[in-house]
């Protein structure tokens, strides 16, 4: 749980006064954000590496910063800044970036959640992506997180909005999250370090068939240890 302290809730408070005041009274910084999410929308990588290159020596700062903001602003496509990093800064550095970055966002995800609850999250979201991440969530139970990461279709930011929502703690959900996503960001990046335009599609359907299976896998394992369960649950005594 979120603890329940002074300080959480006065950055309860504060937090979204902080975003109103610059969305209402600095017209750049609204502009901004406008044009942040215009920019993801356009799906083209090359976008999105010349706007973090056109930064110099903060490019790694401002990849990171977009990261976040990606993961905030649910959902718009993160594998575009994967792809962006390990062309701008090398497959393995790009790597780096990418996966700590992701991780940061989820972490906020996860705490916007329990500090605000399913209502902004909704807003921030759509309760459409919601109620889909909460059955995912009853039919995966303790695996949702680790399955939600293997597989490229599946929202990174909704999933970790809805794991706020439900009984899990964060560490095991930052764990879950680390392990999962970790395959996935080092086989984008070292694609997007090598190939561009029809080469780099046909890689990245075969990266989603190569997911596909290894849920499958997990799906069964999971189907397995339910049905072993089930088996050595106790039916009560007999009289």
Same mark, same amino acid.
């Given at each position: 749980?979120?603890?329940?302290?002074?300080?959480?809730?006065?950055?309860?408070?504060?937090? =979204? @006064?902080?975003?109103?005041? $610059?969305?209402? #009274?600095?017209?750049?910084?609204?502009?901004?954000?406008?044009? *942040?999410?215009?920019?993801?929308?356009?799906?083209?990588?090359?976008?999105?590496?010349?706007?973090?290159?056109?930064?110099?020596?903060?490019? =790694? @700062?401002?990849?990171?910063? $977009?990261?976040? #903001?990606?993961?905030?602003?649910?959902?718009?496509?993160?594998? *575009?800044?994967?792809?962006?990093?390990?062309?701008?800064?090398?497959?393995?550095?790009?790597?780096?970036?990418?996966?700590?970055?992701?991780?940061?966002?989820?972490?906020?995800c996860f705490y916007i959640s329990r500090l605000y609850g399913r209502g902004v999250v909704e807003k921030l979201t759509s309760k459409a992506g919601l109620e889909g991440v909460d059955r995912f969530f009853d039919r995966y139970g303790d695996y949702a997180v680790l399955v939600a990461r293997l597989l490229p279709f599946v929202s990174f930011d909704i999933v970790s909005y809805g794991a706020g929502l439900t009984s899990m703690k964060f560490w095991p959900f930052f764990i879950a999250t680390g392990i999962g996503q970790l395959p996935a960001t080092i086989v984008y990046s070292y694609v997007g370090g090598m190939l561009t335009g029809g080469t780099r599609l046909f890689v990245t359907g075969l990266l989603i068939l190569f997911a596909m299976s290894t849920f499958i896998a997990l799906w069964k394992k999971i189907h397995n240890d339910k049905i072993v369960a089930k088996v050595a649950k106790p039916s009560g005594d007999v009289h």
């Open positions: 749980m979120f603890p329940d302290c002074k300080g959480s809730k006065w950055l309860k408070f504060l937090l =979204p @006064v902080l975003v109103l005041a $610059l969305l209402l #009274f600095l017209r750049p910084t609204r502009e901004w954000l406008f044009d *942040l999410v215009d920019l993801f929308h356009q799906l083209d990588v090359g976008v999105i590496r010349e706007y973090i290159l056109s930064f110099g020596i903060w490019a =790694p @700062v401002i990849s990171f910063w $977009l990261m976040i #903001f990606q993961s905030v602003v649910a959902p718009l496509p993160a594998f *575009l800044i994967t792809f962006a990093n390990a062309g701008l800064f090398g497959w393995w550095k790009g790597a780096i970036l990418s996966w700590s970055s992701a991780m940061a966002g989820a972490a906020l």
